[in-house]
């Protein structure tokens, strides 16, 4: 299996794994890592010292700059657009000392036009709607929303939405998932059996 490049993409790295496609006037820099089985989308530009994981979806004008990191299985969405400077400036010189990394964990989802603040860090099977801007962490299965992003709830892996029963316990009905809510963190994870 290949690099798949559309006629009129262009993926300059050589460092991007089998089975990833690259559509239409999507731009990916040498210097960008890209694992297998990746969707990036018609527009979308991978900047060099981007790093995208394994089955990751890029839609259409998404833009990934240097210092950002992806986890495996991530949706970004369409118009998903990260930063990498807490203080821009034209006409000052912008060196890779100045990136300022963010992460998206393993999972997790951002919706069709969610800004991401450079410096967070997005947790596994976190959901962003559609619109959100991230200024600060993601804890990881929370759902946020709105300018500036705030917890609205908890999603499970599949991304639906979680519901307390009367014992605490937070449970998907699709997939039949349960987690409990870590009182010292104000973290949800996995119930144990």
Known sequence: ????????GLCESDEVGDGTRVWAFAHVLKGAVVGKDCNICDC?????????????????????W?????????????NVLFTN???PRSGTAFSADDVVPTTVRNGA??????????GTEIGEYAFAGAGAVITRDVAPHSF?????????GWVGRCGARLTAD???VWRCAECDESYELDDSSGRLRP???
């Open 166 to 168: 009367d014992a605490g």
């Open 66 to 78: 240097r210092g950002v990191t992806v986890g495996d299985d991530v949706f970004l969405g369409p």
């Open 44 to 64: 979308a530009f991978i900047e060099d010292g981007a790093v995208l994981g394994d089955r990751v979806t890029v839609k259409n004008a998404v833009l990934v």
């Open 1 to 8: 299996m290949a690099v798949k490049v559309h006629p009129q």
């Open 109 to 118: 989802s951002l919706g069709a036009g969610v800004v991401v603040v450079c």
């Open 85 to 87: 400077d807490l203080r």
């Open 144 to 152: 946020v929303a709105g300018n500036p992003a705030v917890h609205k």
């Open 191 to 193: 119930k144990s059996a």
